[in-house]
């Protein structure tokens, strides 16, 4: 959630300072020098206390039995939205084996009981993902004054002890999200050694995370200097470090150099939160975060599953797994995505280390009850030497493909079609270990034409530039009666993508654009009509859609 999340990115000041971040870095690998960079002998080797659970050694996350867990998951807004706690279950679904959980210690939001920790530990469990627990109101402390501190958060898991011991192989403790704004970010470290000592004081043996100060983009390197002092004051060495990645990290090398610092010192680090859509602050390069986490080995939970003020960070639309924005599409089935790179804590059961063997193909999927907007699709079972735990539906286009469904069982009903519309569908089927099979023969599917309904769309481009435009789209209201909230889609043929719109909220998955409105457009009156305005990228070919629907039911064109 932005407003509520806070999660300052590149501000004017830090955009001007981007160039002082490069040359910071370089003075911080010297002051890293002798500490981290230099570190022969690293603190991991050392003696600690034996771990119970999830556990670091030699810069690594392992679990309790040894084996290696790589993060793979996103952040949930569980302490806003309590009641989504199916959300747990639809992440897991689309393949990630990790969440990390948003809780209040009462300071500034409303404070999760024990009962509530409690059931969510209990449901991450049940859907087999590992569970990052975080303190949220400490995020930007020292410049947002609502936030609170590292100290009182430290007694609000201390308060927990009881659900969280015994949980150690499950859940990683998270302090305080972001714990330190931009104002004198060198402050951040006593508070963090402090509040670490404090829990291992009281008898916590889970993995520790610490996030980072500037609002946990550490742009001015007060962590990478400061992390080996941090670890080495923890007297289980089961702590591991989070970076959040958003505008600051708008180059190659700003994420490369940031994260190879650690893993050259042998200290462990995850991209804790990261998101990608371009904004006021910038544009991350999410792209190189996850080829490098999946270089590097390293955990990576993208900012997140719903729910945020300002949408262009919601992975899903309205906490619903069919509809995944473009954003989410990126996180679960691009490439270096959930999809490709998970593997299922073995903690779990189902998971066999040894595993290496895939399912079989899938049957050719046969599709049936297809209508304007949907179609279920049926196919013959794989085979695995330990079992099959799972489908994942893909759309074809060419050499490309995008995840469209999941399921557990050998049929799916595909929604959030077009209709009028071609497809082409196919099926991986998966195992417990993360093993893919090959993909099934595809099945082709034209949905049918939607019914015509009360409305007509006029649309136009008002303006052209060498690689862009700006368009307008203005939807009337044909019927005898309001149409209170709407959905319109539409569709590009020539690859155009929209990067910014008044007057409603788009997502887009390929060609295909999805608009919900704002609040101010939300109703349109008899006779009525409301007007879309947004800017969009494309290349030398700028056709204009010619098929829109509102809410399911095509409109003619003006």
Wanted: hydrophobic letters at 40%; proline letters at 4%; one cysteine or more.
């Amino acid at each position: 959630m932005r407003t509520a999340r806070s999660t300052t990115r590149k501000d004017p000041l830090a955009r001007l300072l981007t160039g002082l971040a490069a040359l910071l870095g370089l003075v911080v690998l010297g002051v890293l020098g002798p500490s981290v960079a230099q570190a022969q002998v690293p603190a991991q080797s050392q003696a600690r206390v034996q771990a119970t659970g999830l556990h670091i050694s030699d810069g690594r996350l392992l679990e309790g039995n040894g084996n290696d867990f790589v993060m793979r998951g996103v952040n949930h807004a569980h302490t806003w939205y309590p009641g989504e706690t199916q959300s747990l279950a639809d992440i897991k679904a689309l393949g990630a084996n990790s969440v990390r959980v948003v809780l209040s210690d009462g300071h500034r939001w409303t404070e999760n009981s024990a009962a509530d920790v409690a059931n969510v530990v209990a449901q991450c469990k049940a859907n087999r993902l590992i569970c990052v627990l975080e303190v949220h109101d400490t995020t930007g402390y020292g410049e947002d004054t609502a936030a609170g501190t590292l100290d009182h958060a430290a007694d609000y898991w201390i308060g927990l002890k009881d659900v969280l011991a015994g949980e150690e192989n499950y859940i990683i403790v998270n302090i305080g999200n972001e714990p330190w704004g931009n104002t004198n970010p060198a402050g951040w470290t006593d508070p963090t050694i402090a509040a670490v000592k404090k829990l291992r004081s009281a008898g916590f043996e889970h993995t520790i995370m610490v996030d980072a100060p500037n609002w946990g983009q550490d742009w001015q390197g007060v962590m990478r200097a400061n992390a080996q002092a941090v670890y080495d004051a923890d007297t289980t060495g089961n702590l591991i470090f989070s970076i959040h990645m958003y505008s600051v990290y708008d180059t190659a090398q700003e994420i490369t150099d940031y994260l190879n610092a650690y893993v050259d010192a042998g200290l462990p680090i995850l991209i804790g939160e990261f998101g990608g859509p371009a904004d006021q602050w910038g544009d991350p390069d999410e792209d190189t975060m996850m080829a490098t986490a999946e270089q590097l080995d390293l955990g990576y939970l993208a900012w997140s599953w719903s729910g945020n003020t300002d949408p262009i960070l919601d992975l899903s639309i309205g906490f619903d797994p069919g509809q995944l924005s473009s954003w989410g599409q990126r996180i679960f089935n691009g490439a270096n995505g959930i999809a490709q790179t998970s593997k299922e804590a073995t903690v779990f059961g189902g998971a066999n280390p040894g595993d290496t063997q895939a399912p079989s193909t899938p049957g050719t999927p046969t599709a049936s009850s297809v209508t304007a907007t949907s179609a279920a699709l049926s196919w013959t079972a794989s085979t695995d030497n330990v079992a099959v735990t799972g489908y994942d539906v893909v759309r074809v286009s060419g050499s490309s493909e995008t995840k469209a469904a999941s399921s557990t069982g050998n049929s799916v009903t595909v929604t959030g079609l077009t209709a009028g519309t071609a497809y082409t569908f196919a099926v991986y089927a998966r195992d417990a270990a993360g093993n893919r099979s090959a993909r099934s023969a595809t099945v082709n599917v034209t949905t049918g034409s939607a019914p015509a309904g009360n409305c007509s769309v006029a649309y136009r481009a008002t303006n052209e530039w060498p690689g862009g435009f700006q368009g307008e789209i203005v939807i009337r209201n044909t019927g005898t009666s309001a149409i209170n909230g709407w959905t319109l889609v539409f569709a590009f043929v020539n690859g155009q993508t929209v990067s910014n719109m008044w007057g409603g909220t788009p997502t887009q998955t390929g060609g295909t654009v999805s608009v919900g409105p704002a609040s101010y457009t939300s109703t349109i009156p008899v006779a009525g009509s409301v007007t879309l305005g947004f800017t969009a990228n494309k290349g030398a070919t700028n056709t204009a859609p010619t098929t829109f629907t509102l809410n399911g039911s095509a409109c003619t064109t003006a």
